[in-house]
């Protein structure tokens, strides 16, 4: 590709994803590309909107995520695929925050992580079932939902 003087390989390069990555209104197909708002956005982990729809964050137990990250995401220029929650036609992998057994409902927890749904009294984000067992900080696959809320009484 040929470059001008004022432009460089990267920038063209940049510009193409970015191009790309804006044409995100209309239907998708279980995936979506979103940009980090800050830097070193793990992958694996169940993200949110910022104050706006270009942007992710990840997501704390007690708001409704819309996907998990595809891959880490290094740069707050460069764009993010998210696989969207009970959409994707595949199972997913989700890092988990403590030990998960297989058939487990999971909710959401702290920095976008999954954990098992407790059996203690509160209000819960489902957002599928677990089909592998794991530990803390294991990638467990996940059969994916659309998130909804779950309050335990007592």
Known sequence: MKTNNKTTLNE???????????CALGTHEGTLSKFPNADNLPAHRLIR????????QLCPNDELPIGVTYQPGTSTLLPVCIHLLGTHKYTLHI?????VKAGSLLCSDDNGYVKAMP???????????????GQKDDLIEVSTTVPYKIEIKE
């Open 49 to 56: 909107f910022t104050e706006d729809s270009d942007h992710i």
């Open 12 to 22: 063209t390069r940049l510009r193409f994803i970015f191009s790309n990555t804006k």
């Open 119 to 133: 059996t203690t009294s509160g209000q819960y984000i489902c957002i599928g079932i677990a089909l592998t067992d």
């Open 95 to 99: 890092q988990a925050s403590d030990a």
